[in-house]
């Protein structure tokens, strides 16, 4: 167990919709990192926030935005879904900028 | 700009062979690299880090500035080391962490 915690799990969701995906970092880590895995494009970062400021952007859609809220959690919201949304989401935290991330489990995103 | 090429997206070998995945990187400073397993789609665990130069599970990587490399070895492969491994550079004022593509690493008995 790496102490970062997602959910839910699974999402099941039809095109259109949207969902939020929750991220609850390690105790202490101010950083949190989002990625998308699937299988055509592997791990695409997507966004990096540090102590409730958004540091770094990837290739995050203009559908999707994030936030990290004052007690360090985090939450990414995917918008407007289309099928080719369907991957896994990784949350990622650590202490600081540069040190060693730990990831959640992932939440796997079906959009049928 | 910070890129992580993995070349391999497959390697195959037999159990007891070595085992060699690569790992290239483009960035003008100095970069951290790590290397980051996912055994059956479960959550990315961290290997090993080029900083603390230390072998986890008979793995090792050096990083390699003139070659821009972060090889990952394992003179003895087993089978329990299948799995997908990602190559990643942390760096830059935002130290976005960046991946490879990653390699799934087969060994076969």
């Known amino acids: 167990d790496s102490g970062v915690t997602q959910t839910p799990k699974h999402l099941i969701t039809a095109t259109g919709q949207r969902v939020t995906l929750r991220c609850s970092p390690r105790?202490?880590?101010?950083?949190v990192y989002w990625y998308q895995q699937s299988l055509d494009q592997g791990l695409q970062f997507l966004i990096h926030?540090?102590?409730?400021?958004?540091?770094a952007k990837g290739n995050i859609l203009e559908r999707f935005s994030a936030q990290q809220f004052p007690d360090l959690h985090s939450e990414l919201n995917l918008s407007s879904l289309e099928l080719g949304d369907s991957a896994l989401y990784f949350c990622a935290s650590s202490v600081n900028v540069g040190t060693e991330a730990f990831f959640g489990q992932g939440t796997r995103l079906t959009v049928v | 700009a910070q890129r992580v090429t993995q070349p391999e997206k497959l390697l195959s070998v037999f159990k007891g062979a070595p085992v060699e995945l690569k790992c290239n990187y483009s960035?003008?400073?100095?970069?951290?690299l790590f290397w980051y397993v996912q055994y059956s789609r479960q959550r990315l665990q961290l290997l090993l880090r080029?900083?603390s130069r230390e072998s986890i599970k008979g793995f090792t990587a050096d990083l390699n500035k003139g070659e821009t490399s972060f090889h990952l070895k394992k003179p003895f492969a087993q089978e329990e080391d299948s799995a997908m491994y990602y190559c990643a550079l942390s760096g830059g004022s935002n130290y976005k962490l960046t991946f490879g593509k990653g390699t799934l690493l087969t060994v076969n008995p």
């Open positions: 105790s202490g880590d101010l950083s």
């Open positions: 960035y003008s400073g100095s970069p951290e």
């Open positions: 926030y540090y102590n409730g400021e958004e540091r």
């Open positions: 080029h900083i």
